[in-house]
């Protein structure tokens, strides 16, 4: 029953009486509305969906005859060049905003790794680079003969890279033109993981990290991420870059060094150049220890200059 005497209804049971909330009521909208998207997060996703419209509808007005000795940026469309210019500036605004969305900024940067490395497979009709076929013929040969014969070319003395396209050709059921083709796309997708990581180790500021990987993505242009060993290389080597800056450091996280400092006490001496910082040095002497340590050097200093032609016999005796 309410105040007025009149029966209450279902809703004013769950609610609470007109014009008030319940407690839990009140938490769980509150909680509603600071999981739910703002606006400028939605206009920022909306701006991103409509430059990759803009520029998927731009790929038919690439004319490759047309290109000119700076390559394919030479015919790429304005309405192309727009839409990659709104993309980095919705970025750039994101990044400006007192509440930092880093789930919007990825989807900005992988919106932009599409847009930039996406376009010769969709436009040209074969993978770039002559040695791309000679990679995909390694890769194709192994596939076939499920073996390594390093009498046919020297490229079989390394066989781990053509080894794994092979067995993705054959999981995936795509062809190693195909792969080829895309391999520039997901290098680059996988090059975001390691590369995010450690920035965070270089930085705190979140704004710094992602403007990092904007930079490296806008300027990435040399070519290291086609269909080769090095282009896989050198995501395994921003891994090893990540584990050498986050765990081989002089922190008191750190156990890495710690197990490196044990093996050199306990083992052989190494090198210096490999010894880790500090492995080796003595530990400086408490002020009480060294004022005593420097009271009997005096002693001894004393006992020189005073008794130089004083000497003992071989019984400790004073001589006559």
Known sequence: MSDSGAPE???????????????DVRAGVRALAAAAPSFPSLASVFVV?????????????????????????????????????????????????????EPLLALHLLALVVMLYAIPPLVEEVPRFAVTWRHIGVAEAISRTHEVDPTIDAYFNWPGFFALSAFVTNVSGLDA??????????????????LLLLLR???????????????????????????????????????ILLIVVRWFRRT?????????????????????????RGAGRRRPLAPERRHG???????????????AGFRPDARGAAPP
């Open 9 to 23: 209804s279902v809703f004013e049971r769950l609610i609470g009486a007109p014009g008030t909330l319940r407690p």
């Open 49 to 101: 969906i409509a430059a990759l419209l803009v520029w998927a509808g731009s790929l038919a007005a690439v004319d490759l005859n047309a290109m000119n000795d700076l390559g394919l940026v030479s015919v790429l469309p304005k309405a192309m060049l727009a839409a990659l210019l709104l993309v980095t500036t919705s970025f750039c605004i994101c990044l400006h905003r007192r509440e930092l969305s």
């Open 177 to 194: 033109t195909s792969l080829a083709a895309w391999t520039p796309v997901a290098l680059n997708v996988l090059y975001l993981g390691p």
């Open 201 to 239: 180790e270089v930085t705190d500021d979140r704004r710094v990290v992602w403007l990092g990987l904007l930079i490296f993505y806008l300027a990435d242009w040399i070519g290291q991420d086609y269909f080769s060993p090095q282009g896989l290389n050198y995501f395994l080597y921003l891994v």
């Open 252 to 276: 008191g996280r750190s156990q890495v060094s710690v197990w490196i400092a044990r093996l050199v006490r306990s083992g052989p001496e190494l090198p210096r150049a490999l010894r880790p």
């Open 293 to 307: 340590l420097r009271r009997r050097r005096g002693r001894r200093t004393s006992v020189h200059r005073h008794g």
